[in-house]
């Protein structure tokens, strides 16, 4: 069973100026809300399961989707103080019915293209982290890797073409055994840059947007129609 947990407790400050009132996965993309068309896009690739982690509205979005949703079962989890991104999985995988599972964000549209995600899962050792190349990578940072194997990120700022962490992920459960359920800390910061083992990269060329800033939202009403 191909299992995922959506990160989608966030305020959307940044996005608030465009689209008041409502949790940021709930913005409207191309006549629809944006986690419509993630959750779509997930079953369209095999997902039996999705586990939302909310915050900010929780009730808004688990009104709107319920507990089935394009064929797929929805489980909801609900931070009652924020957690962070490593938090907030940690938090969310007591959930998980399955040891391997995929984590996305739930203001990103991530296309995967041809990998085959329970292949990938089958296969999963060490942390998996899902990279894609942009055209200009200041606002998102870069990764840093060898071998296919992360090495490091570079912090945002850095102009120019190259690859970015696509905020996607493949786990197992014990890889997050270190950290205390409800202790707020960072995937990014905390996990992966202090993990003893290997983390390794899949570069994706499939298509990517992430709907957090008004530039992109408005970008992603074509891209996404």
């Known amino acids: 069973m191909l299992e995922a947990i959506i990160l989608a407790g966030g305020f959307g400050t940044r996005l608030s100026k465009v689209v008041p009132d409502v949790p940021k996965p709930m913005a ?19 997902f039996d399961r999705v586990i939302l982690s909310l915050g900010y509205k929780a009730e808004m979005i688990s009104a709107y989707f319920g507990n089935d ?32 599972f995929f984590v996305f964000n739930g203001d990103t549209f991530l296309d995967l293209d041809s990998c085959d995600l329970g292949k990938l899962l089958l296969s999963l050792t060490n942390p998996l982290i899902i990279g894609c190349h942009v055209n200009d990578t200041a606002r998102y940072g870069r990764l840093i890797m060898n071998n296919n194997c992360l090495i490091g990120f570079k912090e945002k700022g850095v ?23 409800g202790e707020p800390f ?5 996990f992966f840059l202090n993990k003893a083992v290997s983390i ?22 074509k891209l996404l129609a």
Not at 29 to 44: C, D, E, K, T
Not at 159 to 181: Q, T, W
Not at 186 to 190: P, V
């Open 200 to 221: 390794d990269v899949y570069v994706t060329k499939g298509k990517f947007i992430d709907i957090g800033v008004p530039e992109d939202f408005h970008r992603a009403q």
């Open 159 to 181: 102009v120019g073409p190259g690859l970015i962490n696509a905020g996607c992920y493949a786990l197992r459960k014990s890889h997050l055994d270190e950290f205390l359920l």
């Open 186 to 190: 960072s995937l990014e910061n905390d």
């Open 28 to 46: 409207p993309v191309a006549g629809r809300p944006f986690l419509v068309i993630l959750l779509n896009y997930l079953a369209h690739k095999g």
């Open 69 to 100: 949703f394009a064929g797929m079962k929805i489980e909801y989890v609900v931070e009652e103080s924020p957690l962070g991104t490593g938090g907030a999985v940690r938090f969310a995988l007591e959930m998980c019915s399955e040891d391997q």
